[in-house]
């Protein structure tokens, strides 16, 4: 079975409701969403030269016109709760033509691969 770090991304943050898209949003944006963009796909765990798991990292860009720091803290709290791994996480700005902060968090989640 076939493990997607997105459905799973989006499965532990829909209880937050913010609006997800993946790569870019493609509508008008509203005050606040979150873009996913694949970062890597890395097999581990060799054994026998076969891959027993799927390293997938995956960065969430927060773009928020309200309290940016607020919800950080609900997105790391639920992706925690959810067994991600946060490997980084930063602000990466503000956007002055559209009024958004940027503020990056990157996880990873470690999938086990049945042969």
Wanted: proline content about 5%; charged content about 30%; overall charge negative.
């Amino acid at each position: 079975m076939h493990h997607s770090i997105l459905k799973d991304i989006s499965e532990a943050l829909e209880p937050l409701g913010i609006p997800i898209e993946t790569g870019v949003y493609s509508e008008k944006p509203p005050e606040e969403y979150l873009v996913l963009v694949p970062m890597s796909d890395i097999f581990e765990h060799y054994a026998d030269d076969l891959p027993g798991a799927e390293l997938q990292e995956v960065r969430l860009s927060l773009f928020s016109k309200l309290n940016y720091q607020k919800r950080k803290g609900e997105i790391s709290k639920a992706l925690l709760e959810a067994d991600f791994t946060i490997t980084d996480r930063r602000y990466l700005g503000y956007e002055e033509d559209t009024g958004f902060h940027h503020f990056a968090i990157d996880v990873a989640k470690i999938y086990e691969l049945s042969n």
